[in-house]
């Protein structure tokens, strides 16, 4: 039987044909998604205190705020009367163990201590003056709350100052913690020079 004979027999219908759905080429397709952290870089989320959530973003800028207020509170004082000075007078003398160098490190502390003290007195001077504007521009607008607030701040401020000033009078006089800081650091440069001489006369034998 032929090819042709066989179709024949079908009735003589053409062949069945299999209907294929072709796009019109000028219909687009849509893209796939693409997930955003092939191009942009998230920053890992952080928890607060309480619990909830929040970006990298945020968390910087409640961190940098008061610090960027408080650079030169009355904490920056205390930091300084707090370091360890009689160390540094220790290393110092190890690196120059001179008398002449001791009496030039003893006053460059004096200036750092002075120069300090004008930073903080001058952070409180200004934090006053704000804070008193806010009072009165507050007070005048009714804010109570707001105002007893300020109040407080100021109080808090005005105390500080005095303490700050009660520093720098001993410090012009060259009492309690400036003397404090000289006698530690004196202490420190003569052990410098002891430890010196221990190491290259007294541990030799003769």
Request: charged content about 25%; glycine content about 6%.
């Amino acid at each position: 039987m032929g090819l042709f004979s066989f179709f024949s027999q079908k009735g003589g219908s053409s062949p069945a044909t299999t209907d294929v759905a072709v796009d019109p080429p000028n219909m687009a397709r849509p893209l796939p998604e693409i997930a955003e952290n092939i191009f942009i870089e998230t920053l890992p989320e952080e928890t607060d205190r309480k619990g909830g959530r929040f970006t990298a973003e945020y968390s910087n800028q409640t961190m940098e705020t008061p610090n960027a207020v408080a650079d030169n509170n009355i904490n920056v004082l205390y930091a300084f009367l707090d370091q360890n000075h009689e160390g540094k007078g220790y290393d110092d003398a190890l690196l120059n163990p001179d008398t002449s160098h001791l009496k030039q490190n003893l006053e460059a502390l004096t200036n750092d201590l002075v120069r300090t003290l004008n930073k903080v007195k001058t952070f409180y001077e200004d934090f006053i003056q704000e804070t008193e504007y806010h009072i009165l521009s507050r007070g005048r607008s009714g804010m109570v709350d707001i105002v007893e607030e300020l109040e407080m701040k100021k109080r808090i401020a005005t105390a500080h100052m005095v303490k700050v000033r009660e520093i720098e009078e001993s410090t012009l006089q060259r009492k309690g913690d400036v003397q404090g800081i000289l006698l530690s650091y004196t202490r420190g440069f003569n052990n410098g020079l002891a430890a010196i001489s221990n190491h290259t006369i007294l541990t030799k034998r003769f």
